[in-house]
Nanobody, 125 residues
Framework: QVQLVESGGGLVQAGGSLRLSCTASGRTFSRYSMGWFRQAPGKEREFVATISWFGGSRYYADSVKGRFTISRDNAANTLYLQMNSLKPEDTAVYYC??????????????????WGQGTQVTVSS
């Protein structure tokens, strides 16, 4: 198993930036493909970005492409999400997730095996 803990959320004005971190403990972090998801009040959890276990492949939701960057540091057991040019519609609880299936990229929440507890991101207009 792997345990995931997100941090870095907060309140920011529109146009600002935040960097989320997801620290993993337990099994070897580098074996997992990782993803970020978000859930706004009254809405379903939605895919944000995914990165392969080796970090060489990445994919983004259209809504964040060009503004968000997913990255990982396997030596530090940490996943990141750099969020720039934030918009009020980015307001949500952000979750990191780990997939143990050996797939390179994982796009749907149902495929992920482990989840963090989430961190709140609020973007004011």
């Amino acid at each position: 198993q792997v345990q995931l803990v997100e941090s870095g959320g907060g309140l920011v004005q529109a146009g600002g930036s935040l960097r989320l971190s997801c620290t993993a403990s337990g099994r070897t972090f580098s074996r997992y493909s990782m993803g970020w998801f978000r859930q706004a009040p009254g809405k379903e959890r939605e895919f944000v970005a995914t990165i392969s276990w080796f970090g060489g492949s990445r994919y983004y939701a259209d809504s964040v492409k060009g503004r968000f960057t997913i990255s990982r540091d396997n030596a530090a057991n940490t996943l990141y999400l750099q969020m720039n040019s934030l918009k009020p519609e980015d307001t949500a609880v952000y979750y990191c997730a780990a997939d143990d299936s050996a797939k390179i990229l994982v796009f749907t929440a149902l495929e992920y095996d482990y989840w963090g507890q989430g961190t709140q991101v609020t973007v004011s207009s």
